[in-house]
């Protein structure tokens, strides 16, 4: 897997993991939409973990910075 989520992109997913996550557990969000966010909590805090995102690698998208060679 090639990293294709840059640090600013890791930071906003695990924020909003976080926020996710807070939503469910103080039950601000509950039911089914909370159980939805609970699983995008997951999601986004994996893939920021690992810095790769299935559906980016899908869409040919990455947020890492190009890396510029001296030739």
Do not use: E
């Not at 469910?24 to 509950?30: D, G, P, R």
């Not at 089914?32 to 909590?41: K, N, P, Q, R």
Request: glycine residues 8%.
């Amino acid at each position: 897997m090639k990293k294709n989520i840059g640090n600013t992109d890791r930071i906003i997913r695990l924020l909003l993991a976080g926020v996710f996550a807070l939503l469910w557990f103080q039950n601000i969000v509950t039911g089914t939409w909370g159980i939805v966010l609970l699983v995008l909590a997951a999601v986004f805090a994996i893939t920021s973990l690992v810095s790769f995102c299935p559906l980016y690698a899908l869409f040919g998208i990455s947020s890492c910075p190009t890396k510029k060679t001296n030739a």
